[in-house]
């Protein structure tokens, strides 16, 4: 009789331990949900701006960088310098929202995957100097923060020169890149054949 009792004792016991533990688990899940949702467009913001900082986009996107002065009255309106290469001549789009030379058409998913697959929502690819390999393992916190931040920006009227094809003659302030020596050109792709107005 007494061990009978012991033995529902400890069973209550052990029950009640067991719903405790439940509630304070479900109580710290649904805290780290709540924090984790209550990440605000502006924590989202802040962490996509720094991202376009120490990840270069500002250096190409923004005029006056590659002249040491970044003009942030302008900042990710694209860029008149061009990137000569087997691809052609490119030139920094302006990734602000405007809405006839920027990217407000774009949703966050089609500048992430822009980002992360390196074509744009017409499936045009992007092309170099466009490090999107790269950028294609930032991770999901980190791609969606910048692709909020770039949605955030102040539109800022200005279309970049399109993109000039191989083998047509270009004029202009661009950095050339020389045909690449035997070693690093050994696989590389041939340069793509299609004329995409306005890549990379």
């Known amino acids: 009789m007494e061990a009978g009792r012991k033995n529902r004792w400890w069973m209550r016991a052990v029950t009640l331990v067991a719903v405790l533990a439940l509630v304070t688990i479900s109580i710290v899940a649904v805290s780290c949900a709540r924090q984790s949702s209550a990440k605000t467009d502006a924590d989202k913001i802040a962490r996509g701006r720094q991202i376009s900082w120490s990840s270069g986009c500002i250096d190409c996107h923004t ?16 860029s ?11 030139y920094p789009r302006n990734l602000t929202p405007d809405p006839e030379t920027g990217i407000a ?17 017409d499936q045009s690819p992007i092309l170099p100097p466009m490090p999107w390999p790269a950028y294609s393992q930032m991770s999901d916190d980190d791609v969606y923060a910048l692709a909020t931040y770039l949605k955030s920006l102040p539109p800022v009227k200005h279309r970049a020169p399109d993109r000039i094809p191989p083998g047509v003659a270009a004029t202009g302030a661009r950095l050339t890149f020389p ?3 035997e070693w690093d050109g050994r696989n590389l792709p041939k340069a793509p054949e299609e004329s995409v107005a306005g890549t990379k």
Not at 66 to 72: K, M, R
């Open 80 to 90: 008149e310098l061009g990137w000569e290469g087997p691809w052609g001549v490119t």
């Open 105 to 121: 058409s774009w949703t966050v998913q089609n500048i992430v995957d822009a980002v992360r697959l390196g074509h744009r929502p």
């Open 63 to 78: 005029p006056g960088t590659f002249y040491g002065t970044p003009d942030t009255t302008r900042l990710m309106s694209g």
């Open 179 to 181: 045909p690449p020596p």
